[in-house]
């Protein structure tokens, strides 16, 4: 399964570690920090059933807004 983020910080594509004679991809290496997105986060989880054939499972973009406020009424 591959993993691809976009937030504050992105994985260098170049950097990702390749094994060998599979479709295995590791998403270390070194991070950039400028990314061309106008999201704060998009995920996108694909399954690599072959080398060549790859399928986009889902895509998950959150949009995150929390608002905290205090009741006023007052018990009697």
Do not use: H
Request: net charge positive; with cysteine; hydrophobic share 40%.
């Amino acid at each position: 399964m591959l993993w691809c983020s976009v937030g504050t910080s992105a994985s260098n594509v170049a950097s990702y570690f390749k094994e060998p004679g599979t479709a295995d991809v590791y998403l270390i290496g070194q991070t950039v920090t400028s990314v061309e997105v106008n999201r704060d986060l998009l995920c996108s989880a694909c399954k690599a059933d072959d080398i060549g054939r790859m399928n986009q499972c889902y895509l998950v973009w959150v949009n995150l807004q929390i608002t905290f406020w205090r009741s006023r009424r007052t018990r009697t």
